[in-house]
């Protein structure tokens, strides 16, 4: 029997199942016996070949529609090593691997990358694009499998802290998992009507915790000059990482890397070094307010996937196996869904040529999906500085003469 492999790295998101059982179910119908290998790449690049389990139809015919992965995860890392590289490759052949199917994010794709590499065309190799940061390169429009349901279940939760800041009369801090990049925050904020969503890409410059926090005090003062005494700030993660220079230095911080050298910001309590940071600045003005800090990511990525994202990683499932099977296959690649046609992309087209590493999908702060968000929120504009009387209101708002207002706050713009 010839034998495809599946394996899974990175963090969970909504909809693995599903491509884990296209795959099977296709590989299946084809003559082929499917080996799950387990944790990703964390046995195979120490050499070991027991940590498998032989999928079949009955194994994935109902996991489909469930979150987590029936195969484990990791964020093993064997490319920065070469015996690991060989490891790999080797363990694959012993298993009589010829087909490989990898789902994760941008690190998992690199390493699937080098995995056809060092296989040298003994292994077919196609990488399924997973992350609720919706960071991979893919063609404009086109989500990473999980994002939807992910943005989904947030826009959820920052509904339900709306409501209960109006109610309560309290404003709540939301960070936003997303690793560098602002696509999740962003969605949830907008789904979630929150009053402003801050992400990396609206940095021109490195920003500082002072800065993040003089954007969520105007907010809250222009929010007061339009009679609001509530609401929600969502902060991306990835504005973490803009700041890990300055968190060195904080005390409630923890700075780490991961396998791959990736800042490790969820060991950082940024939701509260920006409270405290907040409540200080008030109490010297001679003002409570009451601020409730949550972070809001890992409750998302094992999330039952919604009906998108399973009809989403059905397709991606069987347009894997049917890439690595088909005559068309030239070398490894990332697979995408485009205008309903599955669309395999190389790997050397998904690589940065600065970094040698998976490029990484930034926002585009000058799209209409970002400027029709922004104009939903409610915070400091220029317009807002260049009008007399909204200055006035404003500056009333946060008890300050309109000069001092400019002087503390014109920067936030």
């Not at 485009?338 to 190389?346: L, T």
């Amino acid at each position: 029997m010839k034998r495809i492999g599946i394996l899974v790295g990175g963090g969970p998101a909504p909809g693995i199942n599903g491509v884990i059982g296209a795959a099977t179910i296709e590989a299946l119908s084809n003559g082929f016996e499917v080996v799950g290998i387990l944790d990703g790449f964390k046995w195979l690049s120490r050499g070991d070949v027991n940590h498998i389990r032989m999928l079949s139809e009955k194994d994935v015919i109902k996991a489909r529609f469930e979150g987590g992965s029936i195969l484990h995860t990791s964020r093993e890392n064997p490319t920065k090593d070469r015996e690991k590289m060989n490891n790999v490759v080797n363990c694959l052949k012993k298993l009589e691997i010829s087909h490989l199917i990898t789902i994760g994010g941008d690190d998992t794709a690199f390493s699937a990358s080098q995995t056809c590499k060092f296989a040298e065309g003994t292994i077919r190799v196609a990488h399924v694009p997973k992350t609720i940061d919706n960071d991979l390169p893919l063609p404009a429009g086109v989500p990473t499998f999980g994002f939807q349901t992910a943005r989904h279940v947030g826009g959820e939760l920052v509904s339900n802290l709306l409501e209960d800041a109006r109610t309560t009369h309290r404003w709540y801090l939301v960070v936003a998992m997303g690793r560098t990049v602002g696509h999740l925050a962003l969605g949830m904020g907008v789904t979630g009507g929150a009053t402003l969503t801050i992400i990396p890409e609206e940095f021109t410059r490195k920003p500082t915790i002072d800065l993040i926090c003089s954007i969520v005090e105007g907010s809250i003062f222009k929010a007061r000059a339009l009679g609001r005494d509530y609401g929600v700030a969502v902060v991306a993660e990835g504005v973490g990482d803009l700041l890990k220079e300055e968190l060195k230095d904080n005390p409630l911080a923890l700075v780490e890397y991961d396998e791959h050298g990736h800042f490790r910001i969820s060991e950082v309590p940024l939701c509260l070094i920006i409270k405290r940071t907040l409540n200080q600045r008030f109490k010297e003005r001679g003002e409570k307010i009451q601020f409730v800090d949550i972070t809001i990511g890992y409750e998302l990525r094992s999330a039952k996937p919604i009906l998108f994202d399973i009809e989403y990683t059905h397709q991606l499932g069987y347009g894997a196996v049917r890439y690595i099977l088909g005559e068309t296959y030239k070398s490894g690649a990332l697979i995408s869904v485009q205008a309903g046609s599955i669309v395999p992309i190389p790997f050397d087209q998904i690589l940065d040529p600065n970094t040698g590493k998976t490029a990484v999908r930034k926002v585009d702060i000058n799209s209409d999906l970002y400027l029709s968000a922004r104009a939903m929120m409610i915070r400091l504009e220029r317009h807002d500085f260049e009008n007399h009387e909204i200055l006035a209101k404003i500056a009333r708002a946060a008890n300050m003469t309109e000069e001092k207002f400019k002087n503390n706050y014109h920067l936030v713009v």
